[in-house]
């Protein structure tokens, strides 16, 4: 069964009205009552030592009613249980210039500011770290010396699989070169805000700007030293995040702390240059890779050596330092992968999960160097990476258990699309065609804390008016998650996406979902709301047979398919969430139109009927489903590294311009092929790809922070270069659809994948067309003509 | 946090005679006063604190200070306070200046322009990387000679007091055309008033950057009529809006009756402290080719860029002749 009511039709985003409209609330439009207005004091220092830090003159000042500084706090915290690093405010020693310092909470924004002036702060600064190459070798004092190392080593990961010195032995095209990355920040467009709420019972509710609500309670209660229960964390609207709204901050403490001090509301909202000093962007790498290419046997080789520069604390990057390497193991096959991997600390500020974590540099290396070697070798850069992708229900290296493919056919039909055979290697000077592909998880297998709850819990109700909610802690970021949730309860219960709101990111109404990263939602929440959804059908179903007077159906609970490929290893709790393929409901029934149909008498009757008889009894109707992923994978230590319940897989085919005079890159069309299985909503996947490209674009040829003794130097929009609308290309989306079972409606991600590859297609497509190879990127206009004038010259 | 302005006292006199008699006052009672027009330059450095003024005088109730017209002897006269999306649609300005209205056309962004002004967009302030910068960062580093401290970031020889003592690059998108079409600006004091051309306005330094004196405005720019002169202008930047010239280049070409050039003259901004201005005469006979290799050659010489955008000092030098070849391009040359 195919016909869906809802899925798969392009749907704007349920929430889209209001924000068009102004009447969406992002956490600084929240009106508390009469708040505190915070400001952060901050370092003006890469590396010192705090010897005083004196609020008195501040404290003093008519107006100011909190101060908060290092001394209040006395715990560490961090996204990752493995580097709880950072803290809230600077101690007795800061790290990087803009680090949080002091803190004051006063009666207007204006008595705030001039209260910072009036916090004394006596620096003894010592030495900065600022190169990460210096970072490795020994040093005095470490930034973290409870790392127990003599350098600012924070992570170093080494694997093999298979034999890559025998793989290059044997190849008839081995190609190396070192590469260079800037670092990039998201840009998103709503600044940090936090608002914190505190009643007479000193419970706090924290309104935060933030991607993952649960993270953030918990690391509340932690750093707080106050119970979990006394938190109540809610995500309003949010303006953008691409992963530097994925961790707690210590902003989102300062302002809770300030709530706790002074027992009043607090208001606390980010400039721009806070955005960007708070950062926790792309790593800034350099990294060194060797391929080996067999045209008859594709990529028999990668040996990839890779530095990031992590900045001053933990962030994701123990997760960065792992997907650098082990995300080589896709999109093609590839039995000989070896790679070293290393974060270091700088005094810079801190560096974290950005869209296509982990997987965005080393994929530019390792399709550029595959193009070298596939034009060496003489095949076509497409046919040629067509060969070597991954086939369905294969596993990798690593043992990623890779199940829907569909990429295969995609680029088949892309490269028809662009007129690749027409325009490769045939196109006039300063005219290009590149390709690139990638491939990203869809969702984390294993949790960040360990255990043994579901990923995502969704509960639904049904009130007596059939009104559907559903209630999930899943933080709709603008990707449009609220949107994905009500569509699947829409589909499954046959109503209309109207007759379904949803109640989000609410850790007090709201079961946990873990976040908006790693492309988790729509896979993970989206299955939960399937699965109560489709418990409440039961429901509905049931009563609707008492009101017909038919017997209930008898349900057998589907046994999940026992092999590896469909169950993972060691499952006790997935099979009990599993409740059969898509989407054959086996009831019998029909739920379309407003009525519940027995298809075996064609009879029905109304929703709504069915609705009040199931309420009869309990006067409540309520089911909850849940997601958890199949256990995967091997048993080492890293093992779990990029294991997904299932990937998506991505090309590009772009067409650029580049003037040979200035080296200016036009990027004229971008074709892409994004298998996401499903698309459950086609609208949203175009905007995701669409901002991918932005996105890929902007670090592709422009963006880079700029440093200057640690400190940032383009902290704004002007000098830190996005690209305008005047830079996006010609879209042409090519559906690209693969037989995925286990996303909801047999759906994957699509917010990541796409951006990694579109990097290097632009950088295959500059080759094209006036046949240099950059390794530097951005692959700013200077770096293209100098390429290109020492081509001519040689 | 955020930015926040300081305090100031506001005045928006309302037309000409109460704008001089307001400059008459505040220059007797020797307030540090500053003047906006579209605010578009000044705003951020209010904002970022690089400029604290007693006074806020507003020019936008000055109504004499906008529009456009075209005088007897042929002059187009522009008010200071003309709009540069005006200045774009100016039918007038188009017939008469087409490269005037293509250069305003190139400043920063539709709503940006829509606020800037004429004159504003000669007085933008020269900019540099380690001075348009927030409070914080100013702070991490030691201040500047441009922030009354005694370093150039950029410089590290350079000496207070010794021109050019502030390399801070000079960014107006419309001073290289106008250069080229010898504009003169006239500027308004309490009384009185004096023609400056604006070949002499700017000097060689980004601190002290022109001739304004204090308590003066500029009230209209002319521009005399021009036979035979046609003035191309192309910027570097990174995107197709809102960035300064990495560097701009206008190019004019004055023909004789029959068409033949003339005179190849040449203006730069982005580069230097100031914008920079060269004619050539192309003699009798004289290979076109040589004066613009002269052209361009000198032009590379006045671009004693430093390293403070986000393209290399070398890569904008070299632009410099490829933009001139492109100007004479597609003025037919
Ligand atoms: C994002 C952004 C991008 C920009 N991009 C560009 C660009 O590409 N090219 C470019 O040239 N500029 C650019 N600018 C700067 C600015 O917008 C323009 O130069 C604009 O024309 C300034 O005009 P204004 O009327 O807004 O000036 P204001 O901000 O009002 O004034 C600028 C200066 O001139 C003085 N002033 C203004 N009018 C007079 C007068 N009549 N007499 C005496 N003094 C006066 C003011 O005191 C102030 O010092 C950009 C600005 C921003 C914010």
Known sequence: MSGYNIVGKPTPQIDSRDKVMGRARFTDDIPLHNPLHAAILRSPFASARILKVDTSRAAALPGVRGIVTGADFRRTFGVLVISKDEPAMAGNRVRYIGEPVAAVAAETAEIAAAALALIEVSYEPTEACLDPRVALKPVAEPLHPGLGRDNNLHKRVEQCYGDPDAGFAASPVVVEKRFSFASVTHAFTEPHATQVAIDGRGNLTVYSATQVPHYLHMAMAEVLEIPEHRIRVIKPHLGGGFGGKSDPFPHEMIAARLALQTNRNIRLRFSREEVFISHHGRHPTTLTMKLGYDPQQGITGIDADILIDGGAYGSFGVVTTYYNGVLLQGPYRIENLRFRSRRVYTNKPMCGAMRGH???????????????????????????????????????????????????????????????????????????????????????????????????????????????????????????????????????????????????????????????????????????????????????????????????????????????????????????????????????????????????????????????????????????????????????????????????????????????????????????????????????????????????????????????????????????????????PEVDLVPTPSDETEGPFGAKEAGEGPLAPIIPAIANAIHDAVGIRLTEVPMRPDRVLAAIRKAGAA | MNTQLSGFEFERPAGLPALRALLTRLGREQRRFAVAAGGTDLMPQLKQRLVAPEVLVSLNGVGELAGIAVQDDGTLRIGALTRLADLVDSTLVRQHQPALAAAAGRVASPQIRNRATLGGNLLVNNRCIYVNQSPLNRTVHAPCFKVDGDVCHIVKSAVRGQLPQCQARFVSDTAPVLLLLEARLVL????????????????????????????????????????????????????????????????????????????????????????????????????????????????????????????PRDYRKKMIGVFIHRSLRRLGV
């Open chain 1, 358 to 728: 982990g997987g965005v540099n080393p994929r530019f290396a390792a399709e550029v160097l595959l193009d070298m070697a596939l034009v060496q070798a003489g095949v076509d850069p497409c046919q040629g990476r067509i060969d070597m992708i991954h086939r369905p229900n294969t596993l990798t290296a690593s043992e990623f258990r890779i199940t829907s493919v569909g990429l295969k056919a995609g680029l088949e039909e892309a490269m028809r699309r662009s007129g690749w055979n027409e325009k490769y290697g045939k196109l006039p000077y300063g005219k290009g065609i590149g390709v690139a592909c990638g491939f990203y998880i869809s969702g984390s297998a294993a949790h960040i804390h360990r255990n043994d709850r579901p990923s995502s819990t969704v509960r639904l109700t049904i009130e007596f008016d059939g009104m559907v909610t559903v209630y999930s802690g899943a933080a709709d970021i603008g990707q449009g998650i609220d949107t994905i949730l009500a569509m699947m309860a829409a589909e499954v219960l046959g109503v209309g996406l109207d007759q379904v709101k949803v109640v989000v990111a609410d850790t007090q109404l709201t079961p946990v979902d873990l976040g908006s990263y790693s492309s988790r939602v729509t896979f993970m929440a989206g299955n939960a709301s399937r699965n109560a959804a489709i418990r409440m059908r039961r429901l509905l179903v049931a009563a609707a047979c008492q009101l017909l007077e038919l017997p209930p159906p008898a349900w057998e609970k589907p046994e999940p398919p026992a092999d590896y490929f469909r169950q993972g290893r060691r499952s006790p709790d997935y099979s009990s969430d599993y409740l059969g393929p898509n989407p054959d409901y086996n009831d019998g029934f029909r739920l379309a139109n407003g009525q519940v149909t027995h298809l075996g008498s064609g009879r029905s009757v109304p929703y709504l009927d069915a609705v009040r008889r199931a309420l009869d009894g309990p006067g409540i109707l309520q089911t909850h489903g849940t997601y958890r992923s199949p256990k995967l994978g091997g048993n080492y230590k890293g093992a779990a590294a990029g294991l997904s319940p299932t990937y998506s897989f991505t090309a590009f085919i772009v067409e650029v311009t580049v003037d040979p005079e200035t080296g200016f890159v036009k990027v004229d069309k971008a074709t892409c092929a994004h298998d996401c299985g499903t698309m459950l909503n086609p609208l949203a996947v175009r905007g995701q790809i669409e901002g991918c490209i932005h996105m890929g674009l902007g670090q592709a040829l422009m963006e880079e922070i700029v440093h200057y003794d640690g400190a940032v130097q383009n902290a704004g929009f002007l000098e830190y270069k996005i690209p305008s609308a005047f830079e996006q």
């Open chain 2, 188 to 311: 308004l004091r309490g009384r009185g008033e004096r023609r400056v051309p604006l070949r002499r306005f700017y000097r060689n330094d980004g601190m002290e950057r022109n001739v304004l004196r204090p308590g003066e405005v500029i009230g209209w720019i002319e521009i005399p009529p021009a036979t035979g002169l046609q003035v191309d202008y192309d910027k570097l930047a990174v995107r197709n809006a809102l960035d300064f010239p990495s560097l701009g280049v206008a190019v004019g070409v004055r023909r004789d009756a029959a068409g033949q050039p003339l005179e190849l003259s040449v203006a730069l901004t982005g580069l230097g402290t100031h914008p920079g201005c060269w004619r050539h005469a192309i003699a009798d006979g004289a290979s076109l080719s040589k004066v613009v290799a002269k052209a361009c050659a000198r032009a590379g010489k006045f671009a004693t860029t430093y390293q403070q955008d986000f393209f």
